[in-house]
Nanobody
Framework: QVQLVESGGDSVQAGGSLRLSCVGS????????MGWFRQAPGKEREGVAA???????SYADSVKGRFTISKDNAKNTLYLQMNSLKPEDTAMYYC??????????????????WGQGAQVTVSS
């Protein structure tokens, strides 16, 4: 059974940094595609960053140059380093995984497993 557990959410001031972690069990990081999504109140869940089994990455335009997705296959952990945070980054952040390790996608429909979410709040 695949399980994903996020951590690292917090409240920070604009311009600050946070690193989210997502520890997975029941699968191997190297054989899954993974992604980070976020959902603000009243908005749809959007794909922020993704990484496939080859290690290729994809980012939403709104976070390019500020966020970095990475993974440690030995620890079965996915990370999202977030720098230069803005108030509009405030949202619940979710990690997601899918067995189709070859896909590089930020479409939520392409992911079958989800974590419970971690709240990130950025104040101005």
């Amino acid at each position: 059974q695949v399980q994903l557990v996020e951590s690292g959410g917090d409240s920070v001031q604009a311009g600050g940094s946070l690193r989210l972690s997502c520890v997975g069990s029941g699968y191997r990081n190297s054989r899954y595609s993974m992604g980070w999504f976020r959902q603000a109140p009243g908005k749809e869940r959007e794909g922020v960053a993704a990484i496939d089994g080859y290690g290729r990455t994809s980012y939403a335009d709104s976070v390019k140059g500020r966020f970095t997705i990475s993974k440690d296959n030995a620890k079965n952990t996915l990370y999202l380093q977030m720098n230069s945070l803005k108030p509009e980054d405030t949202a619940m952040y979710y990690c997601a995984a899918d067995h189709r390790w070859w896909q590089l996608t930020r479409d939520r429909a392409d992911f079958g497993y989800w974590g419970q979410g971690a709240q990130v709040t950025v104040s101005s």
